[in-house]
């Protein structure tokens, strides 16, 4: 069985610009969720979609943003990046119960110069 | 609010050594506790989880235990080899399905 993908793998912007971020979950899995990691903040939680329906939201800002399709694949969008977004961003699919193991992509490398 | 602290922050042992990595959270309702490890630059690794109903589980040389009571969860390594080397987190799942992660233990075995 497939793990979940992402893509791009890297990815460098410019202050200002806006980024979309692509997870692919593991066939069957409804449950995506973000995650946001840097050196200084460590893993932090964005959101979680199950059943293209927003479940939770973590405290980011209003320019992040997500979305999840009728086949369970999840994006995100940063709009007006700052260069604080500069981070690996993780996206974990699950079956979608509170007690699933959550299975990690290899991240998104985005840098924002 | 939910606080999940990893210590120590950093360790290294010699390979052949038996390791015991510590997480502790302060909020005892929780739905399970996950523990990864991530090599640099790399995405998470499963190794095991633990439901908020059992005590431990047990995967080849690794060993968790969680006890909600104390508020604390522990990974045990059996026999460490350098290719145990990443870091180590974990992470719990509380109240609306999201989860939070530790801080991180950064283990080094040396050869």
């Known amino acids: 069985k497939a793990g979940v993908t992402q893509t791009p793998r890297y990815l460098i912007k410019t202050r200002g610009q806006q980024v979309t971020l692509s997870c692919s979950p593991i066939s069957g899995h409804r449950s995506v969720s973000w995650y946001q990691q840097t050196p200084g903040q460590g893993l932090q939680f964005l959101f979680e979609?199950?059943?293209?329906?927003?479940?939770n939201k973590g405290n980011f800002p209003g320019r992040f943003s997500g979305r999840q399709f009728s086949n369970s694949r999840s994006e995100m969008n940063v709009s007006t990046l700052e260069l604080g977004d500069s981070a690996l961003y993780l996206c974990?699919?699950?079956?979608?119960?509170?007690?699933?193991?959550?299975?990690f992509g290899p991240g998104t490398r985005l840098t924002v110069l | 609010k939910q606080e999940v602290t990893q210590i120590p922050a950093a360790l290294s042992v010699p390979e052949g050594e038996n390791l015991v990595l510590n997480c502790s959270f302060t909020d005892s309702a929780i739905y399970n506790l996950q523990w990864f490890r991530q090599d640099p630059g790399k995405g998470l690794t499963s190794l095991l989880l633990i439901q908020s109903s059992q005590r431990e589980q047990t995967s080849g040389r690794l060993n968790a235990s969680l006890d909600k009571s104390s508020g604390r969860s522990t990974l045990y390594i059996a026999a460490s080899q350098p290719g145990d080397s990443a870091t180590y987190l974990c992470a719990l799942t509380s109240g609306t399905y999201k989860y939070i992660f530790g801080t991180g233990t950064r283990l080094k075995v040396l050869a």
């Open positions: 974990a699919s699950a079956l979608g119960t509170s007690t699933d193991t959550q299975y």
């Open positions: 979609y199950f059943s293209e329906t927003q479940r």
